[in-house]
């Protein structure tokens, strides 16, 4: 019974965060700030997560040069990590042609085009 109450919690939690994402103005409440920094920190690290990661941030940086972003990728991620790419892509979804650059970001994403598509950060 105490797993049950548990996961019950634990879906509970998430579908609360869910919400939160939904009815907030995403970068201002910082809620999809702070998601893309995480992300941003995740991509520019070295572990076995940061290449979903980074696929998923430069697929918004620039699809047709740095590739799509298959979905399924995100099976392979912590649930936290789900929950920052959900907040960043609500933000996307939210404001048609607002790329990373236009926030600020452009040199974090030419850090991560060198890591990820070194082949592309010559032409950046």
Known sequence: ?????????????RL??????????PLSGDIAQDAL??????AKSDTGQSRRVAEFL????????CG?????????VDEHIVDDVIAVFNFIAQHPRCYPDMLGYD??????????????????
């Open 1 to 13: 019974m105490s797993e049950l109450h548990d996961a019950e919690s634990a879906l509970i939690e």
């Open 16 to 25: 609360n965060f869910l919400i939160t994402v939904a009815e907030n103005n």
């Open 37 to 42: 920094e995480r992300l941003i920190a995740i």
């Open 58 to 65: 430069l697929a918004w940086w620039n699809a047709p040069n």
């Open 68 to 76: 799509a972003f298959d979905l399924t990728a995100l099976w392979g």
């Open 107 to 124: 040199a974090d994403f030419s850090e991560i085009i060198a890591q990820h598509r070194p082949e592309l950060a010559a032409v950046e």
